[in-house]
């Protein structure tokens, strides 16, 4: 064989050898997967409770402010009454009885009906009352979601809802949202 030959040879094989080398590494590069497939989402809820101020505006009953609180007027009135009512019967010592006796009744009686006059002395007023009530809010705070990447399944938690796929860099899944 001819030396020229051989050395074409070597040349030869040498260069098949680097395209082979070359043709597996960029088989396997492009054989990499590009995405993970998405098989289930599942939405992630959960309950807030937010308290909140509730008022509303009620009328009341109150009672008017008392002029006369020790009912001097309807004790004295009464008195007065009772004591002419109490002259009008009997006579000499029984008709000065009557009299006192009379005055004291009146006195008495005028007393307490004043106090229950100033008892029933009412207005209405409107008065704003207040509570705190609880609201209920379901809040979304992400997905769950399932992804296989060949034959490994496995589950992430997104901020977002994916679509069909997630796309991968560098065997490792994208999980911003895009844009």
């Known amino acids: ?28 590069v492009l ?10 989402v599942k939405e992630i809820k959960e309950t807030v409770r ?7 505006e009620v009328q009341v009953r109150q009672q008017a402010p008392v002029q006369d609180q ?18 009008m019967v009997g006579g000499g010592t029984g008709k000065t009885l009557a009299t006192v006796g009379g005055a004291a009744a009146g006195a008495y009686a005028g007393n307490t009906v004043q106090g229950n006059m100033q008892k029933n002395d009412a207005h209405m007023v409107t008065q704003t009352r207040c509570k705190t009530v609880n609201v209920m ?8 979601v399932t992804y296989k990447i060949g034959d490994k399944q496995d589950l992430v938690r997104m901020d977002h809802k994916p679509g069909e ?8 899944l ?4 895009p844009g």
């Open 50 to 56: 937010t308290p909140r101020e509730e008022c509303t």
């Open 1 to 28: 064989m001819d030396s020229s030959m051989l050395k074409g040879i070597l040349v030869g094989g040498a260069a098949a050898a680097t395209f082979a080398a070359v043709g597996v590494g960029g088989y396997k």
């Open 165 to 172: 796929k997630i796309p991968l860099k560098d065997g490792q």
């Open 174 to 177: 994208v999980l911003k949202a």
């Open 137 to 144: 809010v379901e809040k979304l705070v992400g997905y769950d």
């Open 70 to 87: 020790h009912r001097v007027a309807g004790t004295v009135a009464g008195g007065v009454l009772g004591g002419v009512l109490g002259s």
């Open 31 to 40: 054989s990499k997967p590009t995405h993970a497939d998405v098989i289930a």
